[in-house]
């Protein structure tokens, strides 16, 4: 569903045997060697998730990616999977988008989770202006998620985005504003065994 030009919503697009496997992996790697961790960001708040970013490193003080960790552990970060790789892939050809992701933003809610309005831009000029999209895929609780424009002031649409929903947004909505105003508890698919909600955003930084 097309919700406005280069932005498109497509419920239930992950079954749930799909949805359980994710949840495993991002299970495992939010809590392994190179474990998830809470952002502080440059004014000094700490952000209302838990990050792991994969493949490159959101550093949340400098709002650039690097290879390691230096704004919190120095640790290297870890890999992005092939087959969220591909996942990825896969979501974006079907909004009619080309993405090669390089890599993944990893991030849990809890019950008090959210994330202020803004926009995705820390990746490169060249990514940004060819409108490479963003691929958001959402596991667990149910999000009611802030979709705006391209200017902070601009009017905000919020949809729902549930368990094994995705949501591409690239070319001219590359850059509009979006958050997470509210988790809704206790709305996970129950074979999930999931409290709380992951969400996975895939991007690619540079394009060759
Ligand atoms: O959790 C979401 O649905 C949105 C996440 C987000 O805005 C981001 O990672 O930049």
Redesign the pocket.
Known sequence: MEITPGAHHFPGCLPVDRQIALVAQCRALVDGAIPAYVPVVRGGGQMHVRMLCLGRHWNGKTYQYEPTRTDFDGLPVPPLPAEFRSLAHDIAASAGMALEADLC?L?Y?DAEGR?GM?Q?KDESARSLAAGVP?V?V?LGDT?R?LFGGTRRRDPVQTLR?ESGDA?VFGGPARLRY???SRIVPGTAPPALELVG?F?L?FRQYDVT
């Open positions: 933003i991030n809610y994330m803004h995705d963003v958001s959402s999000a998620f985005l949501f979006h958050g997470v909600r969400n955003t």
